[in-house]
């Protein structure tokens, strides 16, 4: 009944829908996928295909370590990759491309469209990120013996409260799936709440926490406790540098590397600097020690990451404007307390972890930011605890990675 209803809603509203699309800035390619106009690919139905949807930008960035193990466990699967969005098809391109055999977009979900993407792409198991709960899609894998899962899953408190309004239309769906693999205990009962069986869904913890310290970089902080503010934006750095200036007062030791996200601002952060007086040098003039200057400035790329190493503390930028943050697991996998501002949408669910760990802090203004700061300069004990707790936050929840693939071997 179900997918009768959804074929006859598919021809009263497919003209309007592509208008929509074409009204969203969906480039005409984008619509033709949604609809499974899609090239085959040299896919044959021998092929054992796997197929990982990420929503857009977040879920990709969170999927890329498992796309690249998923690459190298299974190197005779075709591997197949989805997203929702044009933003999260753009950066699938750029950073999965190399690991698969197809990008595209995951299909609108009508019988009709589902199976015709289906008879393209022929999966044997699909795995979705976080909370993509499409009922034709979860009907047809059922008809066709394909292995259907949730990984890493989660559930909002806003989204739960509409999906359990909706319980009576979710729950039978929800029985469909092989597996619901959930990001935290929360999560997991909020799934067994709507319906979903207790023998399939089990908690996976986060793969956002699965990823390794970068490799060294040859560098010598000795004699200096380093504060370090990664990917600032404009408007910050005038906040970092004026901080730095009044922990540096009671704090003769500390050392300020400076960050932008941007190379092209590295001037612009240098006259800063020079405004505030401070003693200054670039990475790039070969500057390997902090020896003589109270402030460098990292101007290189690929650094940064390898840079939170060598830091006592840590701002992470795109926090204190409207940006959204970015991800502060860069320093914490150092064991480096994190300080970031309060716009952190883009990554409210890592900073939701951290901060339940008093792993990292978030604060609304810059007194906040230097009462913070300075606490944990001197307070010895307080930051003793603090970078436990880094490490603990880290213990609990990694082993996502390898939960998946184990589920794809037993699959």
Not at 242 to 271: G, M, Q, W, Y
Request: proline letters at 4%; glycine letters at 6%; a neutral charge.
């Amino acid at each position: 009944m179900y997918k009768k209803i959804s074929n006859l809603l598919f021809d009263l509203i497919k003209p309007i829908a592509i208008k929509v699309l074409q009204n969203g800035n969906y480039p005409q390619d984008a619509i033709e996928r949604k609809c499974a106009n899609i090239p085959e690919d040299g896919f044959k139905k021998e092929d054992h295909v796997i197929m990982v949807h990420g929503v857009s930008v977040g879920e990709t960035n969170a999927l890329e370590n498992l796309i690249k193990t998923i690459r190298k466990e299974f190197p005779e699967s075709k591997l197949v990759y989805t997203t929702g969005t044009w933003t999260g098809q753009d950066l699938a391109k750029k950073k999965l491309g190399d690991y698969t055999d197809l990008i595209t977009y995951f299909p609108a979900d009508f019988p009709k469209i589902v199976e015709k993407f289906f008879d393209k792409i022929n999966p044997d198991i699909v795995m979705i990120a976080e909370t993509e709960i499409w009922p034709n899609f979860a009907i047809e894998c059922k008809n066709r013996g394909i292995k259907l899962y949730v990984i890493n899953g989660r559930i909002s408190d806003n989204t739960f409260k509409t999906y359990e309004m909706f319980k009576f239309i979710f729950k039978p769906f929800l029985k469909l799936y092989s597996g619901i693999f959930t990001q935290s205990t929360e999560d997991n009962n909020k799934f067994l709440k709507l319906g979903a069986s207790p023998e399939t869904t089990k908690r996976m913890n986060n793969l956002k926490f699965d990823i390794k310290q970068p490799e060294e970089l040859s560098f010598d902080k000795t004699g200096a406790r380093v504060f370090l503010a990664g990917s600032t934006h404009q408007g910050e750095d005038e906040i970092v540098l004026e901080n730095f200036r009044k922990l540096k007062a009671n704090h003769n030791d500390l050392k300020l590397i400076i960050a932008p996200r941007h190379l092209t601002r590295v001037e612009e952060v240098k006259s800063l600097v020079e405004k505030f007086g401070f003693v200054y040098d670039l990475r790039s003039n070969s500057r390997n020690s902090l020896n003589g200057i109270d402030v460098m400035i990292l101007d290189t790329l690929g650094e940064l990451g390898k840079m939170y190493r060598f830091a006592d503390l840590s701002f992470i930028g795109g926090s204190f404007n409207k940006t959204g943050g970015h991800n502060p697991l860069e320093s914490i996998v150092f064991n480096v307390p994190v300080i970031s501002g309060p716009s952190i949408h883009n990554f409210k669910d890592i900073y939701a972890i951290i901060k339940n760990a008093d792993a990292g802090f978030v604060v609304e203004d810059e007194k906040e930011f230097l009462e913070i700061s300075d606490k944990i300069l001197s307070d010895k004990i307080f930051y003793s605890q603090t970078v436990d707790n880094c490490v603990n936050v880290f213990n609990e929840q990694q082993g996502a990675l390898q939960f998946v693939i184990d589920v794809l071997k037993n699959a």
